[in-house]
């Protein structure tokens, strides 16, 4: 189960970092390796506290743990000063500039950067650390792509696919279900398992992550998402 809190804090690396404490690669493919991965799941949970525990618990039976409201105004333009000052202070910050070059209305606009701090509970920190990290798995999935630049710089469209990605799309891959979960998350299933019709384009090994960057902007709505996750 993943979550776009989840997202947030694991998407650069978390759960790769799980994989290398279970001694697999990936997914597991084989009874021995799921009891692997089962096992390093419960050694990571064992070193969380009782409160955060009983959040992991929450979450996944649909608690809703969170306001749906942001802080007040004045603590929100707070926020979003501090994001800018994190944001000058990284180390590299090579892909989010690349963002900025190509749009800065977009980079700079608030409503991205209020995505970012609503999922870090509007800590700027980590909030600027994930932009970066966001633009650059943005710009490692649609790399070659002629249009790379223009993509770094909005939201992925379906016009942005190219066939193999369409084809991984109209064939289920994922599936974004119609009601939302006691905790009004937005859930959306994933068929690991994808195979495509005989005669069909072959999969490139990105398209999956192509296709799943263009359902992004459809399942982040409402703004409450990005505090109770997918």
Known sequence: MATTRGYCRTGCGGNTKLAEAAGIQGFPKTSEEA????Q?????????????????LFDVHGIAQT????????????????????????PDRTYYDLARASNPSYAEGRSLRLMFLRCFKFDPQPAAQMMECHFKAKHSTF???????????????LSDLTPE???????????????????????WAMNLNL????????????????????????????????????
């Not at 009891?35 to 089962?38: G, L, S």
């Not at 790399?143 to 469209?157: K, Y």
């Not at 195979?195 to 409450?224: C, F, Y």
Request: net charge negative; hydrophobic share 40%.
């Open 35 to 38: 009891d692997k991965a089962e």
């Open 40 to 56: 390093a799941l419960a050694d990571d949970l064992a070193k969380l506290s009782l409160e955060e525990q009983e959040k992991v």
């Open 67 to 90: 306001s749906d409201d942001d802080p007040e105004p004045a603590v929100v333009d707070k926020a979003l000063e501090d994001l800018q000052n994190e944001l000058d202070k990284l």
């Open 143 to 157: 790399e070659g792509l002629p249009n790379l630049d223009e993509i770094m710089g909005r939201d992925v469209r």
């Open 165 to 187: 990605d369409l084809a991984v799309l109209q064939n289920g891959h994922y599936q974004i279900f119609p009601e939302r979960d006691a905790a009004g998350r937005s859930i």
């Open 195 to 230: 195979t495509l019709p005989p005669g069909t384009l072959p999969i490139n090994v990105v398209s999956p992550t192509r296709a799943g960057e263009s359902l992004v902007p459809r399942i982040l709505v409402p703004a409450t998402t990005f505090r109770t996750g997918v």
